[in-house]
């Protein structure tokens, strides 16, 4: 079992992210491939299985607004280990753009009942705050989450 594991890990690594990355994960990601496409990449990541992006993710800080940033995230068809093994970059690279950033407060959305969304922002330590009504450009509702620390 232990050497399984290693296998299916080795196949995936970490690079920063491209805004083409994420056309491949998800052709459907149009709006926010707008939203990003004049944003700062800093804190953004793709994970690829194999060489092929799997997933897209990223912190963005709120201008004007220091301690406060949100993040996304996209993940194409990464399996069960690839959710395994993103879950924990994504929280390592949270709590390494927590320290750089000096973040106070991290929001993420989900649309509305969602559950495989919901349930992994509670692993990711986040809470749900809220409901915000027609929230997307299709005017879909969503649920506000964060994390927050007293820096």
Same mark, same amino acid.
């Given at each position: 079992?232990?050497?399984?594991?290693?296998?299916?890990?080795?196949?995936?690594?970490?690079?920063?992210?491209?805004?083409?990355?994420?056309?491949? %994960?998800?052709? !459907?990601?149009?709006?926010?491939? +707008?939203?990003?496409? =004049?944003?700062?990449?800093?804190? &953004?990541?793709?994970? @690829?299985?194999?060489?092929?992006?799997?997933?897209?993710?990223?912190?963005?800080?709120?201008?004007?607004?220091?301690?406060?940033?949100?993040?996304?995230?996209?993940?194409?068809?990464?399996?069960?280990?690839?959710?395994?093994?993103?879950?924990? %970059?994504?929280? !390592?690279?949270?709590?390494?753009? +927590?320290?750089?950033? =000096?973040?106070?407060?991290?929001? &993420?959305?989900?649309? @509305?009942?969602?559950?495989?969304?919901?349930?992994?922002?509670?692993?990711?330590?986040?809470?749900?705050?809220?409901?915000?009504?027609?929230?997307?450009?299709?005017?879909?509702?969503?649920?506000?989450?964060?994390?927050?620390?007293?820096?």
């Amino acid at each position: 079992m232990a050497s399984d594991t290693m296998t299916q890990q080795s196949l995936y690594s970490l690079v920063p992210f491209q805004l083409g990355d994420l056309r491949i %994960v998800s052709p !459907a990601s149009a709006a926010l491939s +707008r939203y990003l496409a =004049s944003g700062d990449y800093t804190h &953004a990541w793709t994970a @690829l299985r194999n060489g092929f992006p799997i997933a897209c993710a990223g912190i963005q800080p709120v201008p004007d607004w220091p301690g406060r940033a949100y993040c996304w995230s996209i993940l194409g068809d990464v399996g069960r280990w690839g959710l395994l093994w993103s879950t924990r %970059v994504i929280l !390592a690279q949270i709590e390494e753009t +927590r320290i750089a950033l =000096s973040l106070r407060r991290l929001e &993420a959305t989900c649309l @509305l009942n969602w559950r495989p969304g919901m349930r992994w922002l509670e692993i990711l330590g986040f809470q749900y705050e809220g409901r915000m009504i027609a929230y997307d450009p299709d005017g879909r509702d969503h649920m506000l989450w964060a994390r927050t620390w007293r820096n």
